[in-house]
């Protein structure tokens, strides 16, 4: 089942859920609109899974910046978002989809227990001028069934994420960067 706003903001308010910063204005029917941070990561040369990712930090200026067609961009969520009670999905939407660009599209998946600041995977068909805080798509909560499993006490991979996060694919490759 999917939260409505009043869900969410009821969720909110007793502590279920964790959105830092909240603006109860960013509630639509079923989702928060999410907004991108100010940094981004622009990822260099050919990637290798079994590599770290080679990257450039920037601070993305108020008076923004171009994403250029045919580079990696890795971003971060304005909200540190987080439930452990509830599972997240974060998507784009056609607000920044009519616009060419595509966020967050292979790992939307939230974990109940995982509570971050997402790492953002983005792309521009064509340039495009993005700024600090805009609104970049909608975060969905899920009711979970079953045993609840908290992701931060499972000690994975991405427990202690806090920001933007290259791949960490590595770690479970021998071998790679050829």
């Known amino acids: 089942m999917i939260l409505t706003a009043g869900a969410i903001a009821a969720a909110v308010a007793a502590g279920e859920i964790a959105i830092d910063p909240?603006?109860?204005?960013?509630?639509?029917?079923?989702?928060?609109?999410?907004?991108?941070?100010?940094?981004l990561r622009v990822c260099a040369g050919d990637l290798d899974a079994a590599a770290p990712?080679?990257?450039?930090?920037?601070?993305?200026?108020?008076?923004?910046l171009v994403l250029e067609p045919g580079v990696l961009y890795l971003g971060v969520t304005l909200?540190?978002?987080?439930?452990?009670?509830?599972?997240?999905?974060?998507n784009g939407d056609h607000t920044t989809g009519a616009l060419g660009i595509w966020v967050h599209v292979s790992a939307p998946l939230g974990h109940a227990g995982?509570?971050?600041?997402?790492?953002?995977e983005i792309r521009a068909a064509k340039p495009v001028l993005v700024y600090p805080g805009m609104t970049l798509g909608k975060l969905i909560f899920l009711q979970t069934f079953?045993?609840?499993a908290s992701y931060q006490q499972l000690g994975l991979?991405?427990?202690?994420?806090?920001?933007?996060?290259?791949?960490?694919?590595?770690?479970?490759?021998?071998?790679?960067?050829?």
């Open 53 to 64: 990712t080679t990257f450039t930090e920037t601070t993305i200026p108020a008076h923004g």
């Open 22 to 39: 909240f603006d109860p204005a960013r509630l639509s029917p079923n989702a928060y609109d999410w907004r991108l941070g100010e940094t």
């Open 146 to 148: 079953g045993a609840p």
């Open 114 to 120: 995982h509570a971050i600041r997402w790492t953002l």
């Open 157 to 178: 991979k991405y427990t202690a994420s806090d920001g933007i996060d290259i791949s960490r694919l590595y770690e479970e490759i021998s071998g790679g960067a050829r």
């Open 79 to 90: 909200e540190r978002t987080g439930s452990e009670r509830y599972a997240q999905m974060l």
